[in-house]
């Protein structure tokens, strides 16, 4: 596998660059050791990026990969014109493009938003995420008709870190329910769920990975054990498809596959990108 490092410099938190570049590294068998610069504001930080970068060149005996989502063009060009690496402006590739097609200048902002403190979209964010956090596990049933998604299934299927994405990535308020033994012994949903049902989602999982997942938290336990899995999951999905609620196995799935499935079954009104 071959050995690269791979530099993600930018004049932000470099998310962005980061993303994209480790999208486009994974189509290939590289093996990258990973190096952040975000926050590179200023000629002076630029031209210590282009020693820390023409140094690993150095050592490694190859050209280093550099993602770029360098605003100011001053910086930008110090890396241009000094560094030994492969210098992937994405700036340049995507904005540049953008600007001849739309017959727009692009605002050349650093950063998705330029100043948190007067950003709308920005505290939609934060207020779906401490909405998610309240309404994680069940925990309130206040404001429920405010959520944007309500996600339901076993403990320990996937329900929290689905909903924190769609909180962080989407701006959408999402809650979850557990579904537990009371329910299943009621062969209902939570009575609190019942008017919500457009809004509901179900997660489920393999019993096997269930089992393996509690047993990290709970060792030896009966709410552990691959009997009581294959047990709930059953019944939860027994409780979905009677109630009429889409879902999905996260077994194999990765959270973002996982929101992506969701966003696409329940197609929510309010989306914050």
């Known amino acids: 596998m071959s050995y690269r490092s791979v530099f993600f410099v930018s004049d932000g938190t470099g998310i962005t660059a980061e993303t994209f570049g480790n999208a486009i590294l994974a189509q290939f068998e590289v093996k990258p050791r990973h190096v952040r610069l975000p926050f590179i504001d200023t000629v002076d930080k630029a031209h210590q990026v282009v020693r820390q970068i023409n140094h690993a060149a150095e050592v490694d005996g190859n050209r280093p990969i550099v993602f770029s989502t360098l605003v100011n063009m001053d910086i930008l060009r110090v890396i241009q014109d000094g560094c030994q690496g492969m ?31 007067k950003s709308k979209e920005y505290q939609s964010r934060i207020e779906a995420i401490n909405f998610s956090l309240e309404h994680d596990d069940g925990q309130s049933n206040r404001d429920l008709a405010n959520s944007d998604v309500i996600l339901v299934g076993v403990s320990r299927s996937g329900k929290t870190p689905t909903s924190l994405y769609l909180a962080m990535q989407y701006g959408l308020k999402a809650s979850n329910y557990p579904l537990i033994p009371e329910d299943f012994e009621r062969r209902q949903l939570p009575p609190a769920l019942v008017h919500h049902r457009s809004k509901m989602f179900g997660l489920s999982i393999q019993p096997e990975r269930l089992s393996e997942i509690r047993n990290e938290r709970r060792p030896n336990s009966r ?32 959270i973002e596959e996982i929101a992506t499935t969701i966003l696409q079954e329940l197609h929510p009104e309010r989306l914050a990108y």
């Open 87 to 117: 210098l992937l402006d994405m700036f340049a590739t995507f904005v540049q493009p953008l600007e001849t097609e739309l017959q727009l200048k692009s605002s050349h902002r650093i950063g998705r938003f330029s100043d948190a403190s």
């Open 223 to 254: 709410y552990a054990s691959l009997e009581n899995c294959r047990m709930e999951v059953s019944e939860a999905e027994t409780m979905m498809r009677r109630a009429g609620i889409r879902w999905l196995s996260t077994t194999t799935k990765s």
